[in-house]
Each structure stands twice: as structure tokens, then as C-alpha cells.
């Protein structure tokens, strides 16, 4: 059927009128402030990560960016308010280790993290440490290995709860050694402290940020870092890896954004975090945290977002770990 010319060209300006205002859209962004969900409470890793950043996004972008903390649920309430968020840049997730594991740990979400988060930038690996009590008596990882299989159930496994990355690790190194130790979780890494510090548990894999300065005064002992190489941060202490081949747990971190946020707004997004990134007070805080700085392209990051979701969830079912 052959429309007639008035009506084609109504219909042809209807097709065109949306792509239009999108692009219009993007040029203009952003026209109000910026909110970053954070799904865990202020002083945390992923928190600290985000009010570091904010200033200087909030100069760049011409507009305020400002930290929201919406915790519970493992990071599952933060995450599913992004994904239900309009997919205009305006609502960001600030994307950590739980988005990654939780797809396993969860029988059902309301949500498909590698369909609904759009991947805008990766921003930085924090690498767990492997520390323990002074208790106990070993002082490297093969030593721990050799005492904890003659003495197995013996030794306690804190945690900051069921998920977390610090669990996670625990799990991983479990898996590569064949070694048993009870898992004890806490609400937060900072609940489980005062325990290990007191012995009451003997062993826990914490961000290096979290543990370094226990570690410095001698309160806890660090076994092995958990990287690919040796950390600045504590350049005396040896990789796990170095005693356990191909051990690697870190707390990656990273933007999203809801699913359909136009690809200039990602664009926008990403070459602004990468710029923050490379600022020299930014880098040299993160760095001193004992992070390893990643940036990059959109697309890098999508493909962390698959890689590390296969990685934690072989571990969540070799250890038939249930959400709580």
C-alpha cells in the first residue's frame, strides 16, 4: 500500500524525533545533579571510593554528585534501585564484589546484573590480605596450610557476611587447598575486628585498606596478599599466589548505569571517570589505600562484569554457599 506523501513524511518525522531529542539529550547532560547508590553504609570501601571521586566529577560535569547510601540485601536494594531508575545518567550505581557474586548466592533477584547494569567504567581492584591472630602459629601461607589440615574445624574464618568479598576470598583459598575452617560472619568487617583481634577468631581475608594499619602495628599477622604481584602498600609481603597457583581475590569496583542509558551519556560518563582518575591527589590516595587504578573503555568493563561473575560463582557452588 502506498501511503500518501503528507502522511509518510508525519510518520517518518515521528521515527526521527526520538533519536533527535536522545542526542539533544546527551549534549545537553547534565542539566541537574548527579546521585551515585552506594549498597553499603558510609566508610566503606565502595563509599569511600565515591565521595573520593565526587568533588571532582561534580567540577567537570558542571554539576553536583552526591553519594546516596542504600544499604541491605547484600547490595541488592541499591542495584535494583538503579536498575528501576530512568535511564538518563542521573542515577549511577556504584558497582562492588556482591554484584558479581549475588547472580549465584540468590535463588531469585528481580533483576539480571549483566542485562540490566550497563557497564560504564571500571575504577579500581582492591586485593585482599590474608591476616591472622598472633595466636596462631604460622608465619607464612604454607606454614597456615600444613596447620590448619592437621588441625582441621580448628581454625575460625571471619568475615564481613555471607557474599561479601572478604568471604569470598576465604572460599576461594578453601577450594585451592583443600583446607577446612568454619566460616563465621559478621554484620560488617568492622564487627568482626574486635574477635580477631582478641582471638576468639583466628583468621580473616579483609581489603588491605581495612587491615593495613593492624598489620603495621603488629596486632595481626599478614600471611599473603591476595594479587597477581606484590603490593607497594607492604612490599615485604608475598602473594599467595607465590604458595597457592593461580589465587587471585580482589574487591573490584566500578560505575553503572540502568540498561537503555543513551550510549553518549555513557561516553560522557566514562571519559569523566577516567579523567578523575588520573588526577594526582586521586591517584596517590587510592594507591596509598593499596588499589590498583583500572579505567578503561565501557566495554572492558562489561567483559570484568561477565569474567568475575563466572569466577565467584563456580566458588558459590563448589561451597554451596546460601544467602542467610
Given at each position: ?200 577468631v583466628q583468621v580473616m581475608f579483609d ?52 540498561r537503555n542509558t543513551p550510549p553518549e ?48 560463582g563456580r566458588v558459590v557452588k563448589f ?6
Open positions: 500500500m502506498k501511503l500518501p506523501r503528507r502522511r509518510f513524511l508525519h510518520l517518518a518525522a515521528g521515527a526521527a524525533f526520538p533519536a533527535v531529542s536522545r542526542i539533544a539529550q546527551a549534549q545537553a547532560y547534565p542539566t541537574r545533579p548527579v546521585r551515585v547508590i552506594v549498597g553499603f553504609a558510609p566508610g566503606g570501601a565502595p563509599d569511600i571510593v565515591a565521595r573520593l571521586l565526587g568533588p571532582t566529577l561534580s567540577e567537570r560535569l558542571g554539576q553536583s554528585v552526591y553519594v546516596e547510601n542504600r544499604t541491605g540485601a547484600g547490595s541488592n536494594i541499591a542495584t535494583e534501585a538503579v536498575v528501576n531508575a530512568e535511564p538518563d545518567g542521573y542515577t549511577l550505581l556504584l558497582v562492588s564484589p556482591p554484584n558479581f557474586v549475588n547472580a549465584a548466592l540468590y535463588e531469585k533477584l528481580n533483576y539480571n546484573f549483566i542485562r540490566d547494569i550497563a557497564p560504564v567504567v571500571a575504577l579500581i581492584r582492591v586485593p585482599n590480605v590474608m591476616e591472622v591472630n598472633p595466636s596462631v602459629p604460622a608465619k607464612s601461607v604454607p606454614e597456615f596450610v600444613a596447620y590448619a589440615k592437621v588441625n582441621p574445624d580448628k581454625l575460625n574464618m571471619a568475615s564481613g557476611g555471607i557474599g561479601t568479598s572478604v568471604h569470598m576470598a576465604g572460599e576461594l583459598f578453601k577450594m585451592m587447598t583443600g583446607v577446612r575452617m568454619p566460616h563465621v560472619p559478621y554484620r560488617g568487617v568492622g564487627a568482626a575486628y574486635p574477635d580477631l583481634l582478641a582471638g576468639q581489603s588491605t585498606p581495612g587491615s593495613i594499619e593492624f598489620i603495621r602495628s603488629g596486632r595481626l599477622r599478614a600471611l599473603g596478599l591476595a594479587a597477581v604481584t606484590r603490593s607497594p602498600v607492604l612490599p615485604d609481603l608475598p602473594t599467595i599466589a607465590e604458595f597457592v597457583p593461580g589465587y587471585e581475590s580482589s574487591a573490584l569496583h566500578g560505575v553503572g548505569a540502568p551519556i555513557i561516553e560522557r560518563l566514562n571519559t569523566e571517570f577516567n579523567a578523575a582518575l588520573s588526577e594526582p591527589m586521586i591517584k596517590a590516595r587510592l594507591i596509598d589505600m593499596g588499589a590498583t587504578l583500572l579505567g578503561g573503555t565501557p566495554a572492558e568493563f562489561g567483559k570484568l562484569f561477565v569474567d568475575e561473575t563466572e569466577k565467584w561451597a554451596g554457599i546460601k544467602a542467610s
